[in-house]
């Protein structure tokens, strides 16, 4: 069956390091992924989006990779700040616009 | 400015009293959705919408119905609600199903 795996353990580091998130997946073939922050109460905000075709896309200090040999995107935030903690969420779409979320990771930078 | 809103933000109420969760957006987006989040599960779609009078189900639509009559309105309907709809709620929208999402802030709902 189709599914996507995030790392469910916080990942705690330090403030100024580089944060590096996974998402792998099995038995699906995206057309798009997607990643998005979740805050606690609050509803996810759209982060980046990368196509199958691209390998790498960046924003400011995130970056997106996508290796669809691998079935793996990495998620990085550069020089990380106490504010970039929330959970991450990785999101995969097909050919037909179905979009199915993984169950996030968390992330704490440390002051 | 731009944005999902849900109502009501948190509500409690019993098994088999109707409920509805109205949802707005203000950006003549064309897709909107609904998502349950429960821990460990992640977002888990429940029902869709491409546009006006077009809904579909998603992954979880057991126990739920959906309108879409007018562009900027999409309700989601617990015609009888059970504990095991107790979930946080999601509604999203986008330009179109190839768009990333425009999240509303949740309703947190308790069923008893």
């Known amino acids: 069956s189709q599914k996507i795996e995030q790392n469910s353990e916080a990942l705690n580091i330090q403030e100024g390091k580089t944060a590096t998130l996974t998402c792998n997946y099995t038995n699906y073939s995206p057309a798009y992924l997607q990643w998005y922050r979740q805050d606690p109460g609050r509803g996810p905000v759209f982060l980046l989006l990368i196509r199958e075709n691209e390998k790498e896309k960046r924003k400011e200090r995130l970056k997106v990779t996508f290796d669809t040999t691998l079935k793996q995107s990495l998620f990085h935030i550069t020089a990380s700040q106490p504010a970039d903690s929330a959970t991450y969420l990785c999101a995969l779409q097909d050919s037909s616009y179905k979009l199915i979320f993984g169950s996030g990771t968390r992330l704490l930078v440390r002051p | 400015e731009a944005q999902v809103t849900q109502n009501p933000r948190y509500l409690i109420t019993v098994t088999g009293k109707k409920l509805t969760v109205t949802c707005s957006q203000n950006?003549?987006?064309?897709?909107m959705s609904w998502y349950r989040q429960d821990p460990g599960l992640g977002l888990r779609q429940i029902y869709y919408?491409?546009?006006?009078?077009?809904?579909d189900k998603g992954d979880v639509p057991e126990g739920y119905k959906v309108s879409r009559k007018e562009k900027r309105n999409f309700p989601l309907i617990l015609e009888s609600p059970s504990p095991n709809q107790t979930s946080l709620y999601f509604c999203?929208?986008?330009?179109?199903?190839?768009?990333?999402?425009?999240f509303g802030n949740g309703t947190r709902l308790t069923v008893t």
């Open positions: 999203a929208s986008s330009a179109n199903a190839n768009s990333p999402l425009h």
């Open positions: 919408s491409m546009n006006v009078e077009v809904t």
């Open positions: 950006m003549n987006h064309e897709y």
